[in-house]
């Protein structure tokens, strides 16, 4: 039996709306500290990266406008300067925040909705109920089809897939209900030929909009979560370590 926790979260910071975007789609760390994030207009012609210098501080950011660049936005990533942008769809984006915020589209011969960065330029994506590894350079995209391997299925009740985390061997997955009231994050190993489940962090029930949209885990085993409520989309820091 997996061991189910509640997760409890202090709220930290405001991510606002900019440039008329307001759907929330992925948080990053770049450090300890310093986070960036994403925010797509409703008709996706529109998308802001912010940079927060301090992510407990409110409007400690600075923002960056992409116009019809981006697409959906449905996650972020990053690692090596690099971040990465996938749209839920056959393809992939990156900025190198260190070369003059420089954008590179990538084809992708899979689905991609969601990455996190594991280590020497080796990433993981999911692909519908599969995970995959990838290297990116500048001539594209580089699948492991030596670790394609089966998602785990989702806590019963939770069936909408939101963004993954990496950290320390470990991937991170939410998942929201259909009423986007309650969340959950499924914690696997990963393996050289599979993930298993060893945790399920779960939040309490909302009888507004809540919903866990992204994550981060910092150096202190801290999750970073940024979640859309009723209220606009916060960033929230769990009280205690995660495994």
Same mark, same amino acid.
């Given at each position: 039996?997996?061991?189910?926790?509640?997760?409890?979260?202090?709220?930290?910071?405001?991510?606002? #709306?900019?440039?008329?975007?307001?759907?929330? %789609? %992925?948080?990053?760390?770049?450090?300890? $500290?310093?986070?960036?994030?994403?925010?797509?207009? /409703?008709?996706?012609?529109?998308?802001?990266?912010?940079? +927060?210098?301090?992510?407990?501080?409110?409007?400690?950011?600075?923002?960056?406008?992409?116009?019809?660049?981006?697409?959906?936005?449905? %996650?972020?990533?990053? %690692?090596?300067?690099?971040?990465?942008?996938?749209?839920?769809?056959?393809?992939?984006?990156?900025?190198?925040?260190?070369?003059?915020?420089?954008?590179?589209?990538?084809?992708?011969?899979?689905?991609?909705?969601?990455?996190?960065?594991?280590?020497?330029?080796?990433?993981? @994506?999911?692909?519908?109920?599969?995970?995959? $590894?990838?290297?990116?350079?500048?001539?594209?995209?580089?699948?492991?089809?030596?670790?394609?391997?089966?998602?785990?299925?989702?806590?019963?009740? +939770?069936? @909408?897939?939101?963004?993954?985390?990496?950290?320390?061997?470990?991937?991170?997955?939410?998942?929201?209900?259909?009423?986007?009231?309650?969340?959950?994050?499924?914690?696997? /190993?990963?393996?050289?030929? $599979?993930?298993?489940?060893?945790?399920?962090?779960?939040?309490?029930?909302?009888? $507004?909009?809540?919903?866990?949209?992204?994550?981060?885990?910092? #150096? #202190?085993?801290?999750?970073?979560?940024?979640? #859309?409520?009723?209220?606009?989309?916060?960033?929230?820091?769990?009280?205690?370590?995660?495994?």
């Amino acid at each position: 039996m997996v061991p189910i926790e509640e997760l409890p979260l202090i709220k930290v910071s405001t991510i606002k #709306n900019e440039n008329g975007c307001t759907n929330i %789609g %992925g948080i990053a760390l770049a450090s300890n $500290k310093k986070l960036y994030a994403i925010k797509t207009k /409703q008709d996706n012609l529109m998308s802001t990266i912010y940079t +927060f210098n301090d992510y407990e501080k409110e409007n400690s950011y600075t923002t960056k406008k992409y116009t019809n660049k981006l697409s959906h936005g449905n %996650g972020l990533a990053y %690692g090596n300067g690099l971040l990465a942008i996938p749209p839920c769809g056959y393809s992939l984006t990156t900025i190198n925040v260190n070369n003059n915020w420089e954008r590179i589209k990538y084809r992708s011969a899979y689905y991609i909705s969601a990455i996190a960065y594991l280590h020497n330029n080796v990433w993981i @994506v999911r692909s519908h109920d599969k995970i995959v $590894k990838i290297k990116i350079n500048y001539n594209g995209l580089f699948f492991d089809n030596s670790y394609e391997v089966e998602n785990p299925m989702a806590e019963k009740g +939770f069936t @909408v897939s939101q963004d993954i985390g990496y950290k320390s061997g470990k991937l991170y997955q939410i998942y929201s209900n259909e009423s986007k009231t309650k969340n959950c994050i499924i914690v696997s /190993q990963v393996l050289d030929r $599979k993930l298993e489940t060893i945790k399920i962090y779960v939040s309490k029930e909302s009888k $507004k909009l809540y919903e866990w949209e992204s994550l981060a885990i910092d #150096n #202190n085993s801290k999750i970073i979560i940024a979640a #859309n409520t009723a209220k606009g989309d916060f960033l929230y820091r769990s009280k205690n370590c995660v495994i």
